[in-house]
């Protein structure tokens, strides 16, 4: 009896043989089913066997989200912050320092004196003491009157008034320009027609000194009223030490005044005297007029 075993051909050379390791189309493979049982697998490979279950720790969740509160804090500090370190940085920064100083206004002072007067070249706009530059422009004698103002980011503005020229005193041969308060601005010719005070003080005068207010106020006020008064004019205003203010008109008469009180009632006492005398054709050269009421003739 022969008996033939059914061989897979051999492969010719050249062709290759393609094992496909998935089913296919129509071919139905079995599954494994792998059964557990008390720790050992069934139709797989032994598996170790596992120990009783120990007690679990769950860890707590723990979730953390800012509250509305304390974002508006942190985003007010950090606004604060910025505003503390701007503060500072404009503070003290060059660029708000004190680089330009402007003048006017000024004729007879220069524009250094006033810059060294106030000294503020080099302060912080924010912490300039105008205050105390000002007062120190009012230290110079030609000054009547000081505006400072800010000009930023870095000028400061200066309006200068300057004492304006009003009278002459004349002394020790002599003449000095004086503005309406007997503040001596200085030697040279004051406005035309303006009042001449002559003096009988020894000495010499300098740039700001105070002549006497007495003799100031009872000169301004005689050549403003006398005219209407007496129908005539002033002639020479003198200062006599001792005695006063001395008037001498142009119609060669001598009123002697004293001080600068009560001036509208002398010229009065003396109108009335003038048209009593006249009356009476009384002739004087000199009247004393130092004692109100009780004026006296020569």
Not at 222 to 249: C, D, H, M, N
């Amino acid at each position: 009896m022969i008996i033939k075993r059914n061989r897979p051909p051999k492969a010719s050379p050249g062709r290759r043989i393609i094992k496909r390791n998935r089913p296919a189309v129509g071919e139905v493979i079995g599954k494994t089913i792998v059964k557990r049982h008390r720790g050992v697998v069934v139709g797989g490979p032994p598996e170790r066997p596992r120990g009783p279950r120990g007690p679990r720790f769950h860890r707590p969740g723990f979730s953390w989200r800012p509250s509305k509160a304390l974002l508006w804090t942190a985003a007010t500090v950090a606004t604060l912050a910025a505003a503390v370190y701007g503060g500072y940085w404009v503070w003290t920064s060059p660029f708000f320092k004190v680089s330009d100083i402007q003048v006017v206004g000024n004729q007879r002072i220069s524009n250094t004196t006033v810059v060294e007067a106030v000294d503020l070249l080099g302060d912080s706009m924010f912490d300039a003491d105008l205050a105390a530059a000002q007062e120190a422009l009012y230290a110079q004698p030609l000054v009547n009157s000081v505006k400072i103002e800010r000009d930023w980011p870095h000028s400061i503005r200066i309006v200068v008034e300057e004492r304006k020229a009003w009278g002459t005193w004349e002394q020790s041969g002599v003449r000095y320009t004086i503005d309406r308060e007997g503040v001596v601005l200085g030697v040279g010719a004051a406005p035309e027609g303006s009042p001449v005070i002559k003096s009988s003080e020894p000495g010499n005068r300098i740039t700001g000194d105070h002549v006497d207010y007495q003799a100031v106020d009872a000169t301004a006020e005689i050549y403003e009223k006398l005219p209407r008064q007496l129908g005539t004019t002033v002639a020479e205003v003198a200062f006599i030490t001792g005695k006063g203010v001395q008037v001498t008109t142009t119609n060669n008469q001598t009123a002697l005044f004293g001080d600068s009180s009560s001036i509208p009632y002398k010229l009065s006492v003396w109108a009335a005297l003038q048209s009593e005398a006249q009356a009476q054709r009384i002739n004087y050269t000199t009247i004393d007029l130092r004692y109100g009421n009780r004026p006296v003739l020569q």
